[in-house]
């Protein structure tokens, strides 16, 4: 059965992952209005997604606007074989007006 009680949205943005004033290169890959889904390279994040962590994550949307969410990690798994990928959860802490319009026009 489905927990999610948002619908998600497939994309592919390139993004960044600010943690104590370092950024790291993610994807997003899917969205929703209370969390997104981010994939990166473990080599080049050398980061611990433990649960409750928080991040920024800052990416320009089609229109040129840059988006800041503040958020947190729910849940993170390195992709096998070899941990090649880490996939994070990451809950939206209080998502800004512009990301909810953005999300909208992802329709």
Excluded at 31 to 47: A, L, Q, R
Aim: with cysteine.
């Amino acid at each position: 059965m489905e927990r999610r009680s948002s619908k998600r949205k497939i994309v592919s943005i390139h993004a960044e992952l600010i943690s104590d004033g370092t950024s790291y290169e993610v994807f997003i890959e899917n969205m929703s209005k209370d969390g997104i889904y981010i994939v990166t390279n473990p080599e080049k994040t050398n980061v611990d997604f433990i649960t409750g962590k928080r991040f920024n994550v800052k990416f320009q949307t089609a229109s040129g606007g840059i988006l800041n969410l503040k958020c947190r990690v729910k849940w993170q798994y390195k992709t096998p074989p070899h941990g090649l990928t880490y996939s994070v959860g990451m809950e939206i802490i209080d998502p800004p007006a512009p990301y909810e319009e953005f999300l909208q026009s992802l329709e």
